[in-house]
Nanobody, 124 residues
Framework: VQLQASGGGFVQAGGSLRLSCAASGRTFRTYTVGWFHQAPGKEREFVAAIKSDRSTYYSDSVKDRFTLSRDNAKNMVYLQMNSLKPGDKGVYYC???????????????????WGQGTQVTVSS
């Protein structure tokens, strides 16, 4: 599976962006897809994930602001980010794998395949 994240950019606080994750491989539609955020100088942290049945899970910091969706026919996952804050700045990575279980959905080591990341900059 190969992943490519896109859609990052520069926005003012309170603005919105939609990130996209494009995947290759027919099995993608059966995999959970996660998004992770790496702020400058910090570790990569879980943001959100969407399972193959479209059930979604969010970190507390983005709940009610970010929304995940997927289009399995197009092998795409979308992260709609609203009410962006300066703390949302950083690189966003999409990731996936076949081993992800619900109880560990936020763990980076559960994800075997990673995209290259897309930069998000939020000005205050």
């Amino acid at each position: 599976v190969q992943l490519q994240a896109s859609g990052g950019g520069f926005v003012q606080a309170g603005g919105s962006l939609r990130l996209s994750c494009a995947a290759s491989g027919r099995t993608f539609r059966t995999y959970t897809v996660g998004w992770f955020h790496q702020a400058p100088g910090k570790e990569r942290e879980f943001v959100a994930a969407i399972k193959s049945d479209r059930s979604t899970y969010y970190s507390d910091s983005v709940k009610d602001r970010f929304t995940l969706s997927r289009d399995n026919a197009k092998n795409m996952v979308y992260l709609q980010m609203n009410s962006l804050k300066p703390g949302d700045k950083g690189v966003y990575y999409c990731a996936t794998g076949s081993r992800i279980i619900l109880s560990a959905i936020s763990r980076r080591d559960m994800y075997d395949y990673w995209g290259q990341g897309t930069q998000v900059t939020v000005s205050s």
